[in-house]
């Protein structure tokens, strides 16, 4: 992050691969993940459904109540990123904090394909503006950065078990790499915030911290409302309420609605990876 802000021209060279970058992490990090506890997953979809629910209806509405009456002119950003799916990034906070992944992937793809027919309507609803998430596109992004890496390491399981074994072992160092490419990429682009107005960052990243706990009570709420019992499914609700598509909804609100849209999004990045380390500390107390 620090390096792309500091040397925002090294960052944008990265920025257009964003996507490879990201589907590296995933194919990593799935190659973990049986098929066969996918398909588990979704016979017994009542976990998934509740997460989904919570998480693209219950938790925008939410946050959009209370940004409407606390901070109005940032109800839209807050509604964008708090409505957004599950990120594709969250297997790889599952494979370091411990979790069920099959569950985690199981909202990611729930989620995402929800997203751009929810979200869309709610922006709508609330700011009669249009706003559409292009479906071709959404579907593009979720083969190129969810399927295929998870297609690669399902044939590389079965047909190459010793490739399998060292891409596991490399995975810890990898993950981290690809981790640090993204970061690169997306801090370059709001580089000139943190110089020319360093109040609006420390606002902006301050409701970034307090949006990552709001939606860890969710989570939280989540496991209580459909009583979902073991240590690892608590931990995969609270990681697919927390650990969100927010790098997709910088680049759309970014697009469609400005900069300091997207900067809420993007700098969301913060809390992200700073509460992996607080989760890894907690679960081991």
């Known amino acids: 992050m620090a390096v792309g802000v500091v040397f925002p021209s090294t960052g944008q060279v990265l920025q257009p691969y964003v996507l490879v970058w ?3 992490l995933l194919f990593f990090n799935l190659i973990t993940l ?4 996918i398909v588990s997953t979704f016979r017994r979809p009542k976990n998934v459904a509740v997460l989904s629910i919570v998480k693209l209806i219950i938790v925008p509405l939410t946050m959009y109540g209370i940004s409407y009456l606390v901070y109005p ?3 839209l950003a807050i509604l964008l990123l708090s409505g ?3 990120g594709l990034g969250a297997p790889f906070v599952v494979n370091l904090v411990g979790g069920n992944l099959s569950l985690t992937v199981g909202t990611i793809i729930i989620t995402s394909f929800a997203v751009p027919f929810i979200l869309p309507t709610l922006v709508y609803i609330f700011f009669s ?3 559409s998430i292009p479906i071709l596109q959404m579907i593009v992004l979720l083969s190129a950065a969810l399927f295929i890496p998870l297609t690669l390491g399902w044939l590389t399981k079965k047909y190459s078990p010793s490739i399998a074994k060292a891409v596991k072992k490399a995975s810890p160092l990898a993950s981290i790499m690809f981790v640090v490419l993204i970061n690169l990429g997306i801090f370059s682009e709001f580089a000139h915030y943190f110089v020319a107005d360093s109040l609006f960052v420390i606002q902006t990243t301050s409701l970034d911290f307090a949006l990552f706990g709001a939606y860890g009570l969710a989570g939280f709420l989540a496991i209580r409302i459909n009583n979902i019992k073991g240590k690892q499914e608590r931990i995969s609700a609270f990681i697919a309420m927390t650990y969100i598509n927010n790098i997709l909804i910088a680049v759309f609100a970014q697009q469609f609605f400005g900069k300091e849209a997207g900067a809420l999004a993007a700098f969301y990045n913060i809390p992200y990876y700073f509460g992996i380390f607080l989760l890894k500390k907690i679960i081991k107390c």
């Open 129 to 131: 503006a249009e706003f």
């Open 34 to 37: 049986n098929i066969p506890d």
């Open 22 to 24: 990201l589907a590296g």
């Open 73 to 75: 002119s940032l109800s």
């Open 84 to 86: 957004i799916s599950t």
